[in-house]
């Protein structure tokens, strides 16, 4: 019983990605702290909850770079969609990660910012490529009709996720 837990254990233990995908798929779970600011003052309040769906594209093996596109949906106290768009850099065959890009919510307001995000991601399991993700991201938004004038605003997040490797 002891050598089939053991077995078990060692056969789904995270460990880094031996090669990143060539393409994938992440659904992420997260939450943070919202600001805004101008004028001499400034707020901060707990970020809605946010749910992502993102696919990437391996664009070059060395270093590792990739294309990534994402469908964002926050909620809580009220309910919001965006699209992103980025690269994503990991530079070392390591479990590091980080990535920069454009985050637009287009729906039922609109705010366009830029974001970095600095994460990791550990495989899980041998069969299957199934990795376990974590980051933290920053968006400074810069435009649109949910930013008074004359501000500023942002988020600082942590997002935990669950990818697979497409092919």
């Known amino acids: 019983m002891r050598i089939a837990l053991l077995a078990t254990l060692l056969l789904c233990a995270p460990r880094a990605l031996a090669t990143p995908p060539l393409v994938g798929l992440e659904a992420r779970l997260g939450g943070g702290a919202a600001f805004g600011g101008g004028a001499g003052g400034s707020t901060w ?12 594209v391996a664009l070059s093996r060395q ?13 809580v106290d009220r309910i919001g969609g965006a ?3 980025g690269f994503r ?15 637009a919510y287009v729906a039922p307001y609109t705010l366009l910012g830029a974001n970095v995000a600095a994460g990791a ?16 991201e920053t968006t400074l938004f810069f435009a649109g009709s949910d930013l008074p004038s004359n501000r500023v605003a942002g988020q600082f997040l942590v997002l935990t996720g669950v990818g697979f490797d497409a092919l």
């Open 45 to 56: 309040r707990l970020a809605p909850v946010q749910l992502d769906i993102q696919a990437e």
């Open 63 to 75: 270093p590792s770079l990739s294309l990534y596109g994402a469908g964002r949906i926050e909620g």
């Open 83 to 85: 699209l992103g768009l």
């Open 89 to 103: 850099l990991r530079p070392l065959t390591g479990p590091l990660r980080f990535s920069i890009g454009a985050l």
């Open 121 to 136: 991601c550990l495989a899980v399991g041998k069969a299957v490529k199934i990795r376990l993700c974590a980051d933290l």
